[in-house]
């Protein structure tokens, strides 16, 4: 009696639960109208393979540890290759979804940006999906790259390249990613946002000795001073700062106590709010505001004629 005769549930999860029937029967099941039928052959050892990949769309949990699959794939490694479509987002939901199937997912042509996302999200993806994920993404979708950077799978050139992101919260996630390059720590440690800069501190390869210049400088509330009266710097460790980001050196070109040296290497510095910054500093030296205005664009030199040196000076500058 062919099993597309029988009427009744019973007997048909009878069959669905006989791990001896037989597999074309249980093909035949998995296409069932009934739910609780097509669930129990997606448990049976014996359902044969093409039809566990479909039942994958529905019961994803199930086909992951039905006993059997390990024994098919392992018999035939182009069987994930079948895999529908639709199945990819209920499997890579499953936290035991094996490495091996999100690297046969990364195959596709076409991925969503919501399975891209989910692909970031799951713990077993490896290194080389992550980094496949990173150069198909654009610099505009931060929630998909934030995931990325806080993957502990994230290559660390990958998280090299996170480290400029136009986003805050993913360069945040690369300040606080254990495997971050010790040469980027640096520059997250002067970055635009407080919490990059604080991310940075509890990083296991933190520069300790650049922090520690930063808290003394006092020039950036993120990084107060341990203690009381810290010693002033000398000018060589105002110019060690010069190794942080754009923010740190912006704030030592504006604050009072930097020498004037080290105020004139700052109006050369590649930032130009940096620049600026050091433009309007009073201890800047003459002849570096006169070379600013000699060769600067117009916000540069807005920023000398601000500077209360230069307006007592104006004819010097003009010459």
């Known amino acids: ?3 597309s005769t029988v009427d009744f549930i019973e007997d048909r999860m009878a069959v669905a639960t006989d791990a001896t029937a037989d597999p074309e029967d249980l093909r035949t099941l998995s296409r069932d109208m009934n739910p609780r039928v097509r669930k129990q052959v997606a448990c049976n050892p014996g359902t044969p393979p093409d039809a566990l ?3 994958a769309v529905d019961y994803p949990a199930r086909v992951l540890n039905n006993p059997a699959m390990q024994v098919h794939i392992a018999a035939d490694p182009a069987l994930l290759d079948t895999l529908p479509y639709d199945a990819i987002d209920p499997l890579l939901q499953e936290k035991a979804l094996p490495a091996s199937w999100i690297l046969v997912i990364m195959r596709y042509d076409y991925l969503s940006h919501e399975t891209r996302l989910l692909v970031a999200r799951h713990p077993n993806t490896p290194a080389t ?3 496949r994920i990173a150069d198909s993404s654009t610099q505009r ?3 998909l790259v934030c995931t990325l950077a806080m993957h502990p799978a994230c290559p660390a050139d990958v998280l090299k390249a996170l480290a400029t992101h136009e986003d805050a919260s993913v360069r945040a996630a690369v300040a606080r990613h254990a495997s971050t390059p010790a040469s980027c720590l640096p520059q997250l440690l002067g970055d635009a946002d407080a919490d ?9 390869e933190a520069p300790s000795d650049l922090i520690a210049l930063v808290q ?6 993120a990084y107060p001073p341990a203690g009381t009266s810290p010693k002033p710097l000398t000018k060589a460790e105002q110019q060690r700062l010069f190794a942080a980001g754009p923010y740190i050196r912006e704030r030592l070109a504006q604050a009072s106590s930097t020498h004037p040296a080290v105020l004139t290497q700052l109006t050369q ?3 130009r709010s940096v620049q600026c910054a050091a433009a309007r500093n ?3 030296p003459l002849f570096a505001l006169r070379r600013l205005v000699s060769a600067s664009g117009f916000a540069v030199k807005q920023a000398v004629f601000s500077n209360p040196k230069a307006r007592r000076h104006f004819a010097e500058l003009m010459r």
């Not at 990059?196 to 296991?204: E, I, M």
């Not at 003394?216 to 509330?221: A, I, K, L």
Request: avoid cysteine; charged fraction near 25%.
């Open 1 to 3: 009696m062919s099993i």
């Open 53 to 55: 990949m479909q039942l």
């Open 129 to 131: 999906a992550l980094r």
């Open 141 to 143: 979708q931060g929630e």
């Open 196 to 204: 990059v800069r604080r991310a940075v501190q509890a990083h296991p």
């Open 216 to 221: 003394r400088s006092g020039v950036d509330p």
């Open 269 to 271: 510095d590649e930032s």
């Open 282 to 284: 009073s201890n800047t």
